[in-house]
């Protein structure tokens, strides 16, 4: 087999899966749009927490809130959650903000002394 050979064979063995890799990229887009998931019909809704003082019943609803479901999802870009004492003197904005830890096997209930300082940053995409 001559050089120009190999090379034939080479250029139409990456042309080939070039072509199975636009027609399986194509397939997909079909079936996106077949389940709505077109680009125009999508809203984009910026989520921006910044040391925001909770409740740990407000930090469980907003967690619930970015599960995902058919007709809307979250994006989550980061999230920052510190347990912090209320009576510490802290607030929400302090630069040398030192959270207090709760040892992982704590039992959570009936601490309500203490507040949560999250900071919570994604995007909601949500079907018109």
Do not use: C
């Amino acid at each position: 087999m001559t050089g120009q050979q190999t090379f034939l064979r080479t250029r139409i063995a990456q042309l080939n899966k070039k072509n199975r890799i636009i027609d399986s990229a194509d397939s997909f887009v079909q079936q996106a749009k077949r389940f709505g998931l077109t680009k125009n019909r999508w809203d984009r809704f910026q989520v921006n927490l910044s040391d925001e003082a909770l409740t740990f019943e407000q930090f469980q609803t907003i967690i619930n809130q970015t599960a995902n479901s058919a007709y809307y999802y979250f994006t989550p870009e980061t999230l920052q959650a510190r347990v912090i004492k209320k009576n510490s003197g802290v607030k929400p904005g302090d630069q040398a903000l030192q959270p207090t830890y709760v040892e992982k096997n704590t039992d959570l209930k009936g601490l309500e002394a203490f507040d949560l300082i999250v900071t919570l940053n994604g995007s909601f995409l949500i079907r018109n």
